[in-house]
C-alpha cells in the first residue's frame, strides 16, 4: 500500500510558467515533507521541506503548499527554467519514528524553453 | 568539502556473487540509509542505521547486509540471496539519531548490473 502517492508520472510547461507538481499521502502521522529533485545516474537533492504546523514555506522560486485535512501538498516552481527539468520526489516522515522517510513514485517535470 | 561519496559509481555482479557498495560520509551525521531505486519508481528503504553499531532493516531488507563499525561508513553488501540486484543504489545520511524532522541528504548513487 503506498502511503505517498505521485499521480502525474510526467508533466511540461513553458520556460516562465509555473510548475506545479502534487503529492498526495494517507498516513495521517505523517508530520514532516520533503522534495527532492534529482538527475537521471545522481543522487536526489533536497529542495524545501515544510512542517505539518505549517501551510506553506517558501524559498526562493520553490514554494511549498500543505493542505493536512486533504492529506495533498504541492510544489510550486515559479518561474520555470529548463534547469529546472529533472524527476521531482515528495517524501514523508513520522516525528521519533526515527526519520525514515516514504517516498512517493516521483514526477518527472520537463521545461521547454 | 563536507559530503557523501558512492563507490564504485557503476558494479557488475556475477551469478551467484556477492558485491559491496560503499558509502563514505564527512557530515558528522549519525543516521545512514540504503535505498534502492528502479526505473521509474521511487526510493525504497534497504537498511538504516541511527548510531554506530546498530542497524535496523527497512522495507525490502532480504538479500542485503550492512554493517556500522564506524561513524562515516555504511557498506551495504548485495548477496547471491538478492534475486532481483539490479537498480540504482543511494546512500543517505542525516545529522539524528533522534532528532525530529531531520533532511537526509543523498550521495551520487551507485548503478549495479548483473552479468
Known amino acids: 500500500d503506498q502511503q505517498v502517492k505521485q499521480n502525474s508520472p510526467s508533466l511540461s510547461v513553458q520556460e516562465g510558467r509555473i510548475s506545479i507538481l502534487n503529492c498526495d499521502y494517507t498516513?495521517?502521522?505523517?508530520?514532516?515533507f520533503l522534495w527532492y529533485k534529482k538527475y537521471p545516474a545522481e543522487g536526489p537533492t533536497f529542495l524545501i521541506s515544510?512542517?505539518?504546523?505549517?501551510d506553506k514555506n517558501e524559498d526562493g522560486r520553490f514554494t511549498v503548499f500543505l493542505n493536512k485535512s486533504a492529506k495533498h501538498l504541492s510544489l510550486h516552481i515559479v518561474p520555470s527554467q529548463p534547469g529546472d527539468s529533472a524527476v521531482y520526489f515528495c517524501?514523508?516522515?513520522?516525528?521519533?519514528?526515527?526519520?525514515?522517510?516514504?517516498f512517493g513514485g516521483g514526477t518527472r517535470l520537463m521545461v521547454k524553453p | 568539502d563536507g559530503g557523501i561519496t558512492q563507490s564504485p559509481k557503476y558494479l557488475f555482479r556475477k551469478e551467484g556473487q556477492n558485491v559491496t557498495l560503499s558509502c563514505e560520509q564527512n557530515?558528522?551525521?549519525?543516521?545512514m540509509y540504503w535505498y534502492r531505486q528502479d526505473p521509474g519508481q521511487g526510493l525504497r528503504l534497504i537498511y538504516y542505521?541511527?548510531?554506530?553499531?546498530?542497524?535496523q532493516k527497512g522495507d525490502i531488507a532480504e538479500g542485503y547486509s550492512v554493517s556500522r563499525e564506524k561513524k562515516e561508513s555504511f557498506p551495504l553488501t548485495v548477496t547471491s540471496a538478492q534475486k532481483n540486484p539490479t537498480a540504482f543504489y543511494l546512500c543517505?545520511?542525516?545529522?539524528?539519531?533522534?532528532?525530529?524532522?531531520?533532511?537526509?541528504?543523498f550521495g551520487p548513487g551507485t548503478r549495479l548490473l548483473v552479468l
Open positions: 543517505a545520511s542525516s545529522s539524528g539519531p533522534y532528532s525530529n524532522q531531520e533532511t537526509q541528504y
Open positions: 498516513n495521517s502521522m505523517f508530520d514532516y
Open positions: 515544510i512542517s505539518s504546523i505549517k
Open positions: 517524501a514523508a516522515s513520522v516525528w521519533n519514528a526515527g526519520n525514515m522517510l516514504t
Open positions: 557530515l558528522n551525521h549519525d543516521a
Open positions: 542505521s541511527q548510531i554506530v553499531n546498530d542497524f
